[in-house]
T-cell receptor, first 113, second 109 residues
Framework: NAGVTQTPKFRVLKTGQSMTLLCAQDMNHEYMYWYRQDPGMGLRLIHYSVGEGTTAKGEVPDGYNVSRLKKQNFLLGLESAAPSQTSVYFC????????????FGQGTRLTVV | RKEVEQDPGPFNVPEGATVAFNCTYSNSASQSFFWYRQDCRKEPKLLMSVYSSGNEDGRFTAQLNRASQYISLLIRDSKLSDSATYLCVAGGGADGLTFGKGTHLIIQP
C-alpha cells in the first residue's frame, strides 16, 4: 500500500539553490496539497490542486511554485531557497476537497543554510 | 480568513484518566470535520471523522456543535500510547481542509 509518497525525505540546500519536491499518490485522488509545518505554527497550506492541470495558492505561497501535469503527481519547486523555507513539508491528497479525509506523505525535512 | 483554533497544551494527564479537547472554527460554511493524530516527527493520520450526531470509536468520542462552531474530542481510559498531538480539522471550502495548530497530549504513567 503505497498511498502518498514523497521524495526526498531529507535535504540540505544552500541559500539560493533550487530544488523540486515530488509527491506521488496511487489512490486516484483529485485533490492534492502541499503544506509546511513549523514549530508552533501548525500546518500551513502552500499550494493545492483540485485536479490534473490545475493549481491554486494557499495561505503561504510566496517563494514556491507547483505543477500538476499528471493526476498522480504534484511537484513543489523552490526556485531560490531561503533560510526561512527551512521546514518540514507534507504532501497530502484527498478524493475531493470537501467531505473526505486527507492522506499524508511521510514528509520532507528541508534545511536551508 | 478561515481559522481553526485549538489550545496548544500540553495537557499532562495520568494514565487511565479522561481528557477532553475542544476546538473552534471560524468558517460557518464548513461541512466536514475531523480529528487527526500526529506523532513526533511523523505525518498526521486520521483519528476519526466528526458528525453532527456525534460519533464514538472505542475510547474516543467526537462531538460537533454547529451553532457554537466547536468540535470536541473525548478520550476515556487514556493510555500511554495516546500521547501525541491532536489536530482539529474543518473542511468544505474549495481549498479543502483547514488544520488547527494542534493540542499536545502527554499521558503520564
Amino acid at each position: 500500500n503505497a498511498g502518498v509518497t514523497q521524495t526526498p525525505k531529507f535535504r540540505v540546500l544552500k541559500t539560493g539553490q533550487s530544488m523540486t519536491l515530488l509527491c506521488a499518490q496511487d489512490m486516484n485522488h483529485e485533490y492534492m496539497y502541499w503544506y509546511r509545518q513549523d514549530p508552533g505554527m501548525g500546518l500551513r497550506l502552500i499550494h493545492y490542486s483540485v485536479g490534473e492541470g490545475t493549481t491554486a495558492k494557499g495561505e503561504v505561497p510566496d517563494g514556491y511554485n507547483v505543477s500538476r501535469l499528471k493526476k498522480q503527481n504534484f511537484l513543489l519547486g523552490l526556485e531560490s531557497a531561503a533560510p526561512s523555507q527551512t521546514s518540514v513539508y507534507f504532501c497530502a491528497s484527498s478524493i475531493t476537497g470537501m467531505n473526505t479525509e486527507a492522506f499524508f506523505g511521510q514528509g520532507t525535512r528541508l534545511t536551508v543554510v | 480568513r478561515k481559522e481553526v483554533e485549538q489550545d496548544p497544551g500540553p495537557f499532562n494527564v495520568p494514565e487511565g484518566a479522561t481528557v477532553a479537547f475542544n476546538c473552534t472554527y471560524s468558517n460557518s460554511a464548513s461541512q466536514s470535520f475531523f480529528w487527526y493524530r500526529q506523532d513526533c516527527r511523523k505525518e498526521p493520520k486520521l483519528l476519526m471523522s466528526v458528525y453532527s450526531s456525534g460519533n464514538e470509536d472505542g475510547r474516543f468520542t467526537a462531538q460537533l456543535n454547529r451553532a457554537s462552531q466547536y468540535i470536541s474530542l473525548l478520550i476515556r481510559d487514556s493510555k500511554l500510547s495516546d500521547s501525541a498531538t491532536y489536530l482539529c480539522v474543518a473542511g468544505g471550502g474549495a481549498d479543502g481542509l483547514t488544520f488547527g495548530k494542534g493540542t499536545h497530549l502527554i499521558i503520564q504513567p
